[in-house]
């Protein structure tokens, strides 16, 4: 074998060394372009996920606005539900306690009923109307019972028995 022969081998071989170190490049070329891809679409989807998360808060603060509105509201009726409560339990006192001075009334009047019931003594014993002269010419002149009880300075429950009684007395 002659050295023409080294040479061509030794030129085959650097031609087939050089095209396989293109061959090598292109697919680490590929490896890295796959890569970059890879980290674009995942910096790509951590950027959507970000916008989800802040609109998720967003939304998660309105929702709490919005309940805290909601849930003052609530206290502020519920205050305003009790505070009626409290105003209807004193206004229930105050008519019980209107009621056991009507029904004191009532059992005095009832009283002196049975007493002029009981045989009448000779003149000394005047009549309803009598006791009640005053209150008597108000209503005969046509004024209301609320009127009567107001200028009298008596309840109105207590004029309407009195005026009750003065009948059923006219009727014995």
């Known amino acids: 074998m002659g050295p023409w022969i080294y040479v061509a081998m030794l030129g085959l071989a650097a031609l087939i060394y050089a095209r396989m170190l293109p061959q090598q490049k292109e697919p680490q070329k590929a490896s890295d372009q796959i890569v970059k891809e890879v980290e ?5 989807y951590a950027a959507e996920i970000q916008i989800e998360n802040e609109q998720l808060v967003e939304l998660v603060a309105r929702m709490k606005e919005e309940h805290s509105r909601t849930l003052s509201h609530h206290e502020q009726q519920l205050q305003s539900v009790n505070n009626q409560l409290k105003q209807g339990e004193q206004e229930m006192i105050m008519v019980r306690e209107q009621l056991a001075g009507h029904e004191a009334l009532f ?3 009832q009283q002196q009923l049975a007493k002029e019931e009981a045989p ?5 014993d005047p009549t ?3 006791r009640y002269s005053e209150l008597f010419a108000m209503y005969q002149s046509g004024k209301s019972i609320d009127r009567i009880a107001k200028d009298t300075g008596m309840q109105k429950g207590e004029v309407q028995l009195i005026i009750q009684l003065a009948k059923r007395e006219e009727l014995s």
């Open 40 to 44: 674009a679409t995942l910096e790509q």
């Open 107 to 109: 059992l005095q009047l």
């Open 120 to 124: 009448p003594e000779p003149a000394l």
């Open 128 to 130: 309803i109307k009598d």
